[in-house]
């Protein structure tokens, strides 16, 4: 069971839809998927998912930035995780990254830097942020684009994070990382 | 949230209107009306008639006319959607983007320059079953232009419905077309809708059209109690 955190603010009527729906539908062709949003996990119910999922969220969305409190959930389990533009900023953040200024709107030209199991060589991809995550010491950084780092990797755990959307053009990425584990 | 809703009165916009007032509040609507054919932002047939529509819908309409060139008519749009702010304080613009990432993230990015938020409840939705809902909430929705091989004349003017559907989905299966007409295959107009407060009826209309592209442009047109 894979579980598909909801990154999203309470006021944006629509991100679930936008964000988490497209997402799902991906996952569940591979396996059966279930949805939380951040604010009602039940961080004991955890240890029931094989995958976990993060969510991205809309550009005017930066509430999670200042809950990272919410998230030291991510340090303590030993789950793979993806997270997807706020998820993984997010992600970063609770290991002691922190975010700049980026802003990138549409598609972008991303280079593979490290070989790994969601993506290869040079490929294009949706994104829409406007601060990219300077990740912390524990994660090794997997692509970039022509202005930010696009994907990172724990060194030790199965954590990946990709700024870019793939639910909108590379879904692949996501299925990847589903079969991966 | 205060929302605006960014208009052409074609199925997409019109649905996505929909599922706006459902859960937010929705004080305008934004028509952009481009003179440009070839625009692949905004040219739609009948795109004047949003005028009516939105006298239907009993909502306000800010609607603008632009040339059509690719940069200026996004400043155009700028321009209506910040008197949709200064006017009705919208704090979010709602969008009937479903695939396109050409529309989507020009949109987004002038909402991000605006500090608005940008709402897409189509947002990559089945395009199959985004027309099934469309006939299955009761749209009176009919095609008003065709842009693709094997559309042709004998589809303008007509009505969705599940027949049509069908035909549709046979069409995206043997010819690639994507079935909502994502890809500028298709264009509609919505001549009535559960939002609709009053129907409009068609006067007076005229198909051009040349091999498999054409449109269905209505002449005259004018609202009708339900």
Aim: hydrophobic content about 40%.
């Amino acid at each position: 069971m894979i579980l598909i955190v909801d990154m999203n603010s309470k006021e944006n009527p629509f991100g679930f839809q936008e964000f988490v729906l497209p997402i799902l539908s991906i996952s569940e062709e591979l396996e059966k998927c279930t949805t939380k949003h951040y604010l009602e996990l039940n961080t004991t119910d955890l240890k029931d998912f094989e995958k976990i999922i993060l969510s991205g969220s809309a550009l005017m969305d930066t509430t999670t930035d200042s809950q990272m409190s919410r998230f030291n959930w991510l340090k303590k389990i030993d789950i793979p995780i993806l997270g997807i533009c706020a998820g993984m900023q997010t992600i970063g953040l609770v290991f002691g990254g922190y975010l700049e200024n980026c802003r990138e709107i549409g598609m972008i030209k991303i280079e593979t830097f490290k070989k790994n199991i969601l993506f290869s060589s040079t490929f294009q991809a949706y994104s829409l942020h406007n601060y990219s995550l300077e990740p912390p010491a524990e994660f090794e950084i997997l692509a970039k684009s022509e202005n930010c780092i696009q994907a990172i990797r724990h060194k030790d755990k199965d954590i990946y994070g990709v700024l870019f959307h793939p639910e909108v053009r590379n879904k692949e990425v996501i299925q990847k990382f589903i079969q991966a584990f | 949230m205060k929302l605006g809703v960014l208009f052409s009165g074609g199925k997409d916009s019109t649905l996505a209107l929909h599922y706006a007032i459902e859960k937010a509040e929705v004080l305008c609507l934004i028509t952009l009306i481009s003179e440009n054919k070839e625009s692949y932002m905004f040219h739609t047939p009948n795109i004047k008639l949003t005028a009516l529509q939105a006298k239907a819908l009993e909502l306000p309409l800010i609607s603008k006319v632009t040339e059509g060139k690719p940069e200026e008519e996004l400043a155009d749009l700028k321009t209506a959607i910040k008197q949709a702010i200064t006017d009705f304080k919208i704090e979010g613009l709602v969008t009937g983007a479903v695939e396109s990432v050409y529309q989507a993230s020009r949109i987004q990015q002038l909402c991000n320059f605006l500090n608005i938020w940008c709402v897409n409840p189509l947002w990559k939705s089945d395009q199959k079953q985004l027309l099934r809902e469309v006939v299955a909430k009761g749209f009176k929705t009919i095609i008003s232009g065709v842009f693709a091989y094997p559309l042709d004349k004998k589809w303008l003017g007509k009505q969705i419905d599940e027949t049509m559907i069908e035909q549709l989905i046979t069409l995206s299966n043997n010819y690639g077309l994507s079935p909502s007409g994502e890809g500028g295959e298709i264009e509609t107009t919505v001549l009535d809708a559960p939002l609709f407060k009053n129907k409009l009826e068609i006067l007076d209309s005229k198909v051009e059209a040349k091999g498999n592209s054409g449109v269905f442009r209505v002449k005259k047109a004018r609202l009708n109690k339900k």
